[in-house]
């Protein structure tokens, strides 16, 4: 299960350092906007603590903001 979680570390990195592709116009706003959002989810999902309860995968996000947290 941390494997999977790293990987989705790993996919929020790769995200946030791959270039833009020579396209212009619409096509390279859309391209961006995807990108936020790919980072987004991966970068969730990484900071994600796994377990299996009751044959479920769980997954918990801590959303408060740091200065809340414990």
Same mark, same amino acid.
């Given at each position: 299960m941390t494997a999977m979680?790293? $990987?989705? *570390? +790993? $996919?929020? !990195?790769? %995200? *946030? =350092? $791959? #270039? %833009?592709?020579? %396209? =212009? #116009?619409? =096509? *390279? !706003? !859309?391209? %961006?906007?995807?990108? +936020?959002?790919?980072?987004?989810?991966y970068a969730m999902l990484g900071d994600a603590e796994g377990s299996i309860e009751d044959g479920f995968l769980v997954l918990r996000v801590d959303l408060r903001p740091p200065e809340q947290r414990p």
């Open positions: 979680i790293e $990987r989705f *570390r +790993q $996919r929020a !990195r790769a %995200v *946030r =350092e $791959r #270039g %833009v592709p020579p %396209v =212009e #116009g619409p =096509e *390279r !706003r !859309r391209f %961006v906007e995807q990108a +936020q959002v790919d980072y987004m989810d």
